[in-house]
């Protein structure tokens, strides 16, 4: 039937903070890795099965927390998808933080993107 893919413009990072120097590395999964290069660029890994996940690189794209807070963008510079020896699919995607909001634009921001893309309430 053919590759089934899922674009996303937004970075949803496994954790709740950006890691701030190089090598330091976020996540509490084995399935999610989130480090930062020497060169300042933040790599982030994850293992999805179904769907390949694809972020538009070249562009632009929201910097979002596991719990759902915005805290800026990021430009898009590589999104790689892998398929493991297993057949497990690994997406690796490398950023740029193009631009941290202050407290008022993330305060902002993140109540706009909750009434929009947030998780549902039942």
């Known amino acids: 039937m053919g590759y089934k893919y899922e674009f996303t413009w937004l970075i ?3 954790v709740d903070e950006l890691p701030q120097k190089p090598n330091e590395q976020k996540g509490d999964g084995e399935n999610l890795l989130l480090w930062k290069r020497t060169s300042g660029n933040i790599i982030l890994g994850f293992f999805r099965q179904g769907h390949k996940l694809a ?7 929201l910097i979002v927390t596991k719990s759902e807070e915005v805290l800026g963008y990021g430009h898009i510079v ?20 193009t631009r941290l909001f202050d407290e008022e634009e993330k305060t902002v921001i993140t109540r706009i993107f909750r009434e929009m893309y947030g998780q549902r309430q039942a």
């Open 12 to 14: 949803r990072l496994p």
């Open 78 to 97: 590589k999104s790689e998808i892998y398929e493991l020896p297993d057949g497990t699919l690994t997406t690796v995607v490398e950023f740029s933080v």
């Open 55 to 61: 972020h538009p690189v070249g562009m632009e794209a």
